[in-house]
């Protein structure tokens, strides 16, 4: 797989099956394929939801979730599921996932984002560091890790 044919956009259905493959590297043994289809189903058509995937050749290998949450003050957006296939971690992946999520973001006004990450995922908090003074959302907001 070549990481400079990545496709990022909105996650296309007919890649569920590979998105649980997908989980059970970072949760093996949690991912039934019935309970991503029962709670996809609830959401894809919402909104507020917006769910990434990244593709090689028609490949899943990352994904992330975007919630929208409308509070009175502003809105702000909930960041979570993000992985990355193991075998592309370091290669950029990960960081177009997350522009596209921050474009979500600032395209739906909102005025910071919050990331939800497992206490174990000591990697991917080094990476959402390091991110942390590149992300641009809403207007002068930074997000919040």
Not at 13 to 24: F, P, R, S
Not at 107 to 128: M, T
Not at 137 to 145: F, H, I, P
Request: glycine share 6%; net charge neutral; with cysteine.
């Amino acid at each position: 797989m070549n990481k400079d044919n990545v496709k990022i956009g909105k996650f296309n259905d007919k890649h569920i099956a590979q998105m649980v493959e997908l989980c059970k590297e970072l949760v093996p043994g949690e991912c039934s394929i019935s309970n991503f289809e029962a709670n996809y189903n609830k959401i894809k058509d919402k909104d507020n939801y917006y769910i990434v995937e990244a593709s090689i050749d028609d490949k899943l290998v990352g994904t992330a979730m975007g919630c929208i949450i409308t509070a009175l003050v502003g809105n702000f957006m909930v960041v979570e599921n993000v992985i990355v296939s193991q075998d592309l971690r370091g290669l950029g992946v990960g960081k177009k996932i997350m522009q596209e999520l921050d474009n979500y973001a600032h395209d739906n006004n909102c005025e910071y984002s919050i990331l939800v990450s497992s206490g174990f995922r000591k990697n991917a908090h080094k990476f959402y560091e390091s991110r942390s003074e590149e992300r641009r959302v809403g207007k002068e907001c930074r997000s919040r890790w």
